[in-house]
């Protein structure tokens, strides 16, 4: 099943086919330089600018690269945040593919992350039915586009729950 991310290749103003090769790629081509620029805007001014994206705290995630064991940081908005814990949604904007990092953190989950200008270091965990029950209100209440990303796709968006590190490391499952 394809769908397009706006409009297809060969239409006015278009960026290609999700569903294509060539679309896959221009679109995570984009989502990168577009990550790239706002990272570099966030670090330069640490997070006086840019530190909200649509009323939601930028937080900067570290994770384990699965394949390379390089450390892989990617910035993400949080809808649902305390002092305990930090709630993330891989919904990658609607499309049928998991984000890397959720991937990343699914097989390394001890991660590092910089929020509101404070480093910690915490432990992933993926959300349980009734924990993401719970939140999922909350979730769309921050932002709506989690609720349209959600219908957009046919893949379960999985949300993440990142608390204080525990002692023994081992993967997600």
Not at 91 to 115: C, E, I, K, Y
Not at 134 to 158: D, H
């Amino acid at each position: 099943m394809s769908r397009t991310s706006g409009v297809g290749v060969g239409q006015p103003g278009g960026i290609g086919r999700v569903g294509s090769l060539a679309g896959v790629v221009l679109k995570d081509g984009l989502f990168k330089a577009g990550t790239g620029v706002h990272a570099a805007i966030f670090r330069a001014t640490k997070g006086r600018l840019l530190g909200r994206v649509a009323g939601m705290p930028v937080v900067v995630l570290s994770t384990t690269g699965r394949k390379s064991g390089k450390q892989r940081s990617t910035m993400l908005a949080s809808p649902v945040h305390d002092d305990d814990r930090i709630v993330l949604v891989a919904s990658f904007g609607g499309d049928d593919r998991h984000p890397a990092w959720f991937l990343n953190l699914r097989d390394h989950p001890d991660v590092s992350v910089t929020m509101a200008g404070r480093d910690r270091t915490m432990r992933a965990r993926i959300a349980d039915d009734v924990e993401k029950a719970e939140l999922w209100p909350r979730i769309v209440e921050a932002y709506s586009g989690y609720g349209a990303y959600q219908r957009k796709t046919e893949r379960e968006i999985p949300v993440v729950i990142l608390e204080s590190a525990p002692e023994a490391p081992g993967p997600l499952r």
